[in-house]
C-alpha cells in the first residue's frame, strides 16, 4: 500500500521570507500524481499545486513551487514570498492506479509578521 | 460556478443513531469521493461514486455506505454511530475517474459529533 509521509508536524516562517515543507512517499507504482492541498481554518481543502510522475519538471504556481525527486521520492513543497493569507495546514497527497487519494499526515504552517 | 457543496455543515447525533450527508458536485463533474477527517487518523478515503456506480471503496465497516444519484449528486449515510465516527466528512467531486490528473475539488464539509 502507498504511503505519505510528511515529517514536519509544525513550521513558521516570517513573512515574505522562504519556507519549505517535505514530503516523502512510498509507492512500487511508476505512474501516479502527487499533490498539496492547503486547508485553512475554514476547512475547505485547495489544490496548490500538482505533479506528474512522468514529467522531471518541476511544477510551479506563482509563489509555490516543488522539488520533485522520483529516485529519492521525495516531493517538497516551497513557498516563496511568504504572506498572512498562507498560514493554513498543509497536505501532501498521492494518487495512483487506486485513484484514491493517499494523504501525509499534514504540516501547520504559521506566518509571522 | 458554484463550488462542491456539502449539507449539513454541522450536526451533531447520539450514539446508535444513524446520519445521512449529502453532496452536490460542480456542474458537470460526475465523480464524487468522500473522504473522513479525524485529529487522531487524518484523511482516510471512504468511497469513490462515478456515475452512479461505486468504484473504489476504502477500509471502513459496512455501517458507512454511500450512493450517488442521476444527477451526480451523492449520499454516504452512516448506521449505529459511535463515538469514533465523530469527524470532518469530506466530498470531492471531478469531472470523471480513471487514470490521469483529474483534479478533485473539495466542498466544505460535514462537522459531525457524535455524544
Known amino acids: 500500500a502507498q504511503t505519505v509521509t510528511q515529517s514536519q508536524p509544525e513550521m513558521s516562517v516570517q513573512e515574505a521570507e522562504t519556507v519549505t515543507l517535505s514530503c516523502t512517499y512510498d509507492?512500487?507504482?511508476?505512474?501516479?500524481?502527487l499533490f498539496w492541498y492547503k486547508q485553512p481554518p475554514s476547512r475547505q481543502m485547495i489544490l496548490v499545486i500538482r505533479?506528474?510522475?512522468?514529467?522531471?519538471q518541476n511544477a510551479t504556481e506563482n509563489r509555490f513551487s516543488v522539488n520533485f525527486q522520483k529516485a529519492a521520492k521525495s516531493f517538497s513543497l516551497k513557498i516563496s514570498d511568504s504572506q498572512l493569507g498562507d498560514a493554513a495546514m498543509y497536505f501532501c497527497?498521492?494518487?495512483?492506479?487506486?485513484?484514491?487519494?493517499?494523504f501525509g499526515q499534514g504540516t501547520r504552517l504559521t506566518i509571522n509578521p | 460556478k458554484a463550488g462542491v457543496t456539502q449539507t449539513p455543515r454541522y450536526l451533531i447525533k447520539t450514539r446508535g443513531q444513524q446520519v445521512t450527508l449529502s453532496c452536490s458536485p460542480i456542474?458537470?463533474?460526475?465523480?464524487v469521493s468522500w473522504y473522513q477527517q479525524t485529529p487522531g487518523q487524518g484523511l482516510q478515503f471512504l468511497f469513490e461514486?462515478?456515475?452512479?456506480?461505486?468504484?473504489n471503496k476504502g477500509n471502513f465497516p459496512g455501517r458507512f455506505s454511500g450512493r450517488q444519484f442521476s444527477n451526480s449528486r451523492s449520499e454516504m449515510n452512516v448506521s449505529t454511530l459511535e463515538l469514533g465516527d465523530s469527524a470532518l466528512y469530506l466530498c470531492?467531486?471531478?469531472?470523471?475517474?480513471?487514470?490521469?490528473?483529474?483534479?478533485?475539488?473539495f466542498g466544505a464539509g460535514s462537522r459531525l459529533t457524535v455524544l
Open positions: 497527497a498521492y494518487r495512483g492506479g487506486a485513484q484514491k487519494l493517499v
Open positions: 470531492a467531486s471531478s469531472l470523471t475517474t480513471g487514470p490521469g490528473a483529474n483534479v478533485l475539488t
Open positions: 461514486y462515478f456515475s452512479e456506480t461505486q468504484r
Open positions: 505533479q506528474e510522475a512522468y514529467k522531471q
Open positions: 456542474s458537470g463533474h460526475r465523480s
Open positions: 509507492t512500487s507504482e511508476s505512474d501516479y500524481y
